[in-house]
C-alpha cells in the first residue's frame, strides 16, 4: 500500500452550505395550525388515556389535545409543562413511537396513531418562542438545596424546587445549562438554539443560581455540599465512555463518538467540520445511529454501523433503526470488532460474527469480515465516573457504576437524592430524567417541610 492510501481521508466541505442546511434543518417540520386542528380531530379522548399512562412524566394528554382543538394554546402548553417543564425538547427526542403513541388505540384500528409529540409541540413552541410565564413560586420556604448538574434531571428538579418556594444552586460541569439537550441529542432533532431558550424558559422561575464550570469532585465535595445545603441532588449523567478493550485503541482515528457529537453540536459552521470519508460507528443505541446519521449527513461517503446483536436488541428504536438506512448507513448485525490495524492511525477493522448459544450466550461464530476505514466511532455505552464522587461515596449504594435511588428518587444518604442517567434502573432517556427530577423535588419538600 502507498504512503496516499494510509493517509486518513479527513477533511471539512464534503458539501456545500446549502446541502449542510437542507440535511440538519428541522428532522419534524412543525404543525400549521389547520394541521393541528385536524390532528387534533383524530384524538378518541379515551377515558382511560393508555397515552398518558404511557408518558413516563403522566402527562394529561387527552386535555391537552382537548385544549388544542378549542384553540387555547396557553392551556393545552401548561398542563404539559406543569407536569414536564421539558415538553418542548421531549416533543423533539423523545422516542413516541415506543412510548405515548404506541400506546395510543389509534394503532389497534389499524390506522396512525394520534401524533402526540408533533401536538405537544404545537401547543408549546409559542410558550418558548415568547417566553410566556405561566408558573410561580410559593412563598420562601427559607431551606437551600444544591442540585448538582444542569442537564434534564438537575433543571427539572431545581425547577419544581423553585416552585416550591426553596432557593437552588446548580453546580454544573459544562459552560452552558442543558446537559445532553445541548451536546448530545442530535442536531436536526432540536434545531434554532432551543436547549438553550427552553433552559432559559426553566431558569426564569427565580431563586435557581446557576454556576457553570464548577464540577464536582474537583471544585467541591458531596461533604462541602451535605454541610452548607439542606438538601442535595445529584443528576450527573454519565461521565466516561465504555472502551472497547482491543490492542491499540488509542490509534489516532478511533475517537469517542459522544465527544465528536458534543463537537458538531457547538460548532458555529457545520461545513467546517472535518469528517471522514469512510467511518465505521461501533454500537447499536441512540448514540450509534446519532453519529452515524450526522456524519453521514455532513457528507461521509460511507457509513458502516456494527453491532454485536440483531436489530431487535438494539438500544434504538425501529424508528431510529430505519432512519439510519433511509439516510445511506450501513448497519451490520450479529458482529464484534476484535482487531484495530494501522501505523500511525486506524486503518482497518477486523471483525467476528457472533450468534447466540443453546444457552442464549454470544459466542463466536468463526468467520470474520474487515472494513477499511478513515475514522472509527466508539458507541459502546457510558458509564457514571465514580470518582467524582470521592470519599463521600461512604454510605452511598452504588450498584453495576449507578447511583442506587428508590422510587422517590432518594439514595442511601439521608439528605442525598438522585436522579436521570446517573441512577440504577432507568432507560437513559430525556423525559425519564425529567420526571426522575421532579420526583426527587416533591420528595424533597417533603421532607423539608417535616423538619
Ligand atoms: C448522543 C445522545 C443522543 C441522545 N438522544 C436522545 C433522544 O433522541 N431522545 C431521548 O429521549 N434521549 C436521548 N438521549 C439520552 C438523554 O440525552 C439522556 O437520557 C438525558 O440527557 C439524561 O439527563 P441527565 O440530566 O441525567 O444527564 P445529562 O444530560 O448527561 O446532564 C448531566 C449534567 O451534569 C453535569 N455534570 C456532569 N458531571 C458533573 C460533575 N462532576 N459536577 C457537576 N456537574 C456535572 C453536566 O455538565 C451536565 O450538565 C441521548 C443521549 C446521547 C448521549
Ligand atoms: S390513546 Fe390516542 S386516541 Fe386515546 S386519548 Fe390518547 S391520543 Fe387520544
Known amino acids: 500500500m502507498s504512503a496516499a492510501e494510509h493517509k486518513p481521508d479527513i477533511r471539512s466541505h464534503r458539501l456545500d452550505k446549502d446541502e449542510i442546511e437542507r440535511n440538519f434543518g428541522d428532522l419534524h417540520p412543525p404543525l400549521t395550525r389547520s394541521e393541528a386542528l385536524i390532528e387534533a380531530d383524530r384524538c378518541y379522548f379515551c377515558y382511560d388515556a393508555p397515552c398518558t399512562t404511557a408518558c413516563p412524566t403522566g402527562i394529561d394528554i387527552p386535555g391537552f389535545i382537548q385544549k388544542i382543538r378549542s384553540d387555547n394554546l396557553r392551556g393545552s402548553a401548561h398542563t404539559i409543562l406543569r407536569e414536564n417543564i421539558m415538553g418542548g425538547m421531549c416533543a ?56 448538582v448538574g444542569g442537564g434534564p434531571a438537575g433543571l427539572s428538579c431545581a425547577h419544581r424546587l423553585a416552585t416550591l418556594g426553596h ?80 490492542d491499540d485503541e488509542t490509534l489516532p ?44 449527513r455532513l457528507g461521509a461517503e460511507s457509513v458502516d454501523l456494527v453491532y454485536r446483536r440483531g436489530p431487535e436488541q438494539m438500544g434504538a428504536s425501529e424508528y ?65 465516573d465514580v470518582g467524582v464522587l470521592g470519599a463521600d461515596t461512604a454510605g452511598l449504594e452504588i450498584r453495576r457504576d449507578r447511583i442506587v435511588v428508590n422510587d422517590a428518587g432518594r439514595t442511601t444518604l439521608r439528605d442525598v437524592w438522585a436522579g436521570g442517567d446517573c441512577v440504577s434502573g432507568g432507560d437513559d432517556l ?22
Not at 470488532?337 to 477486523?350: A, F, K, N, Q, S
Not at 416533591?442 to 423539608?448: G, P, Q, S, V
Request: aromatic residues 6%; negative net charge.
Open 92 to 147: 423533539r427526542v423523545c422516542p413516541t413511537e415506543v412510548l405515548c403513541e404506541e400506546a395510543c388505540v389509534r394503532n389497534s384500528h389499524e390506522e396512525k396513531p394520534v401524533e402526540i409529540g408533533l401536538l405537544q409541540r404545537y401547543a408549546t413552541d409559542p410558550i418558548f418562542d415568547r417566553q410566556v410565564p405561566l408558573f410561580s413560586r410559593a412563598p420562601p420556604s427559607g431551606k437551600k438545596v444544591a442540585v
Open 167 to 246: 432557593d437552588v444552586v446548580v453546580f454544573n460541569r459544562d459552560n452552558k445549562p442543558g446537559g445532553l439537550n445541548e451536546y448530545g441529542i442530535a442536531a436536526y432533532k432540536t434545531i434554532d438554539n432551543f436547549a438553550q431558550r427552553e433552559a432559559e424558559y426553566i431558569l426564569s422561575i427565580g431563586g435557581i443560581e446557576v454556576r457553570n464550570g464548577q464540577t464536582l469532585g474537583r471544585d467541591f465535595t458531596l461533604s462541602d455540599l451535605r454541610e452548607s445545603y439542606d438538601a442535595v441532588f445529584l443528576g450527573i449523567g454519565l461521565g466516561s465512555t465504555n472502551e472497547l478493550g482491543l
Open 253 to 296: 482515528g478511533i475517537d469517542d463518538a459522544i465527544d465528536y457529537i458534543a463537537e458538531l453540536r457547538q460548532a458555529e459552521d457545520l461545513g467546517k467540520l472535518p469528517v471522514g470519508r469512510r467511518i465505521v460507528v461501533i454500537g447499536g443505541g441512540m448514540t450509534a445511529i446519532d453519529i452515524a446519521v450526522q456524519t453521514k
Open 320 to 384: 431510529e433503526q430505519n432512519l439510519a438506512q433511509t439516510n445511506g448507513v450501513t448497519i451490520h448485525h450479529w458482529a464484534r470488532p476484535v482487531e484495530l490495524t494501522g501505523e500511525d492511525y486506524i486503518t482497518r477493522i477486523r471483525f467476528e460474527r457472533t450468534e447466540l448459544d443453546r444457552d442464549g450466550r454470544l459466542v463466536p461464530r468463526g468467520d470474520h469480515f474487515e472494513l477499511t476505514t478513515d475514522v472509527v466511532f466508539k458507541a459502546i455505552g457510558q458509564v457514571l
Open 430 to 451: 430525556t423525559v425519564t430524567a425529567v420526571q426522575q427530577g421532579k420526583v426527587a423535588a416533591i420528595d424533597i419538600d417533603r421532607r423539608l417541610r417535616k423538619e
